[in-house]
């Protein structure tokens, strides 16, 4: 794999997939390697995906700092792969917790986003909170799985504060896809094996966040954003990804139907078919992605002068 050093020394690692123009693809978890984001359902048709594993993960080293794998820190990693890779803007994806780290860059760097892909985004980095009564919701559209009874018990342990998450998380797990099946399974285990579970606390530690200044930064990014929302996801609902999007000048929510966390795995036609049409310049103007497909529905956030 080839690597980057970004501005403390500290060497990343990433991969290169498909061609086209370059989308740089950030992986959640929070702390987790990009290998669990795979092809993101076939993507690399359209474009070539750079997937750096971020500092502590994968492939890339382990500074001794430990301040230095904080959401708002790694940043400044973001912005030394885009001098690496020779850009002078980035088309930016984002997964799940680093939904967080592309909205700090998109604020710090507004100038430096030519486009910003948000998939089941992480929301805290502008203060959207993610509620018990928000994931209750979404289990209860799970009822009738094979798997709900004994995994809706899980989360009642878990929100009586009788379990801990990693007391009940196999029971749970389910409820982040829109099918538990093989590939799920086979997805979920990867994405776990990828996961340095040991720095997720350090990536949220104070002071990572001032939501304040963020979204008032954000207010005036002139990029467009998609933001891509699974309808059986708790973690964001797609109510409180409309929230993320209602704070953007320029952005569009997409419903991905049937889909939990990781849409690209759910559904990967309607997932590369979203994204690959945002993308497109000439697509995104047209009112195609506002009227939605049979496997989404879209809505576009207010345009702010």
């Not at 740089?24 to 594993?53: E, K």
């Not at 980095?125 to 979404?138: K, L, S, Y």
């Not at 409180?240 to 049937?258: C, F, K, S, Y």
Request: charged share 25%.
């Amino acid at each position: 794999m080839p690597k980057f050093t970004t501005y403390d020394g500290t060497r990343i690692a990433y991969r290169l997939r498909g061609d086209g123009r370059p989308l740089i693809c950030l992986p959640g978890g929070p702390m987790g390697a990009s290998a669990y984001l795979g092809d993101l359902g076939g993507l690399t048709a359209q474009r070539r995906l750079v997937l750096p594993d971020p500092r502590g993960t994968g492939d890339s080293d382990a500074p001794d700092d430990p301040a230095s794998f904080r959401c708002d820190r790694q940043v400044a990693d973001v912005e030394a792969l885009r001098v690496h890779l020779g850009l002078d803007r980035l088309d930016l994806l984002a997964h799940s917790a680093s939904g967080n780290l592309a909205l700090l860059y998109a604020a710090r760097h507004p100038d430096r986003v030519r486009s910003l892909t948000l998939v089941a985004p992480g929301v805290r980095a502008v203060g959207i909170e993610v509620t018990e009564d928000d994931w209750r919701a979404a289990v209860a559209l799970r009822a009738g799985e094979p798997w709900y009874e004994e995994g809706r018990a899980a989360f009642e342990r878990l929100w009586a504060k009788e379990a801990s998450w990693g007391e009940v998380l196999d029971a749970i797990r389910p409820f982040a896809y829109g099918r538990w099946d093989a590939a799920a399974q086979r997805h979920e285990a990867l994405t776990r094996a990828v996961r340095n579970q040991a720095l997720a606390g350090a990536y949220y530690a104070d002071g990572a966040f001032d939501p304040a200044a963020t979204v008032a930064a954000l207010a005036g990014l002139a990029a467009p954003v998609l933001v891509i929302a699974g309808e059986y996801d708790g973690g964001p609902t797609p109510a409180r990804a409309a929230e993320l999007a209602a704070l953007l000048p320029d952005a569009e929510l997409v419903v991905q139907r049937g889909a939990g966390h990781s849409p690209w795995v759910d559904d990967p036609e309607a997932f590369v078919r979203t994204v690959a049409a945002f993308l497109d310049p000439e697509v995104r103007t047209s009112s195609s992605m506002v009227s939605g497909s049979p496997s989404g529905c879209a809505a576009r956030g207010p345009h702010r002068p």
